[in-house]
């Protein structure tokens, strides 16, 4: 509920394969917790401009996608795109640099908020 800021009107659209435990816990088990809509996209390929399309047609609230990803779309320069609905963009993983974070807060007027999880913290 607070780290992806759900809530019972939002529609959440979160990247990860179904490969990764990001999956369960963004498409699935948090949106379930919250009463939130999943929003679901068949998308074999990363493209920046789907993903832009994507959040332009669609009244996604809530964003998640890997570091990687938000690389992508701010050299793709989504600033022509508009996404009204959208309101919270989450990542985590790996660190984004400052001038990707201030990229998007530039192109979006949103911030990307970075987490990290058992992935990150684990110590052999």
């Known amino acids: 509920r607070y780290w992806l800021n759900l809530t019972p009107s939002d529609i959440m659209w979160n990247t ?6 990001k999956a369960a816990w ?3 088990f948090s949106p379930w917790i919250c009463g939130s809509c999943v929003f679901v996209h068949n998308m074999p390929q990363f ?3 789907v993903i ?15 570091p990687t990803a938000f690389r992508m779309l701010v050299q793709h320069d989504v600033s022509s795109y508009k996404f009204p609905t959208l309101k919270h963009c989450v990542t985590g993983g790996e660190a984004l640099n400052p ?11 949103l ?11 684990v110590r052999l």
């Open 26 to 28: 963004s498409s699935v």
């Open 16 to 21: 990860s394969d179904t490969g990764w435990v």
């Open 111 to 121: 911030d990307i908020h970075e987490g990290y999880g058992q992935t990150e913290t």
């Open 99 to 109: 001038e990707v974070l201030a990229k998007w807060k530039i192109q979006t007027g």
């Open 47 to 49: 493209k920046p401009e």
């Open 52 to 66: 832009a399309e994507t959040l332009s047609k669609y009244p996604i609230t809530t964003f998640c996608t890997a």
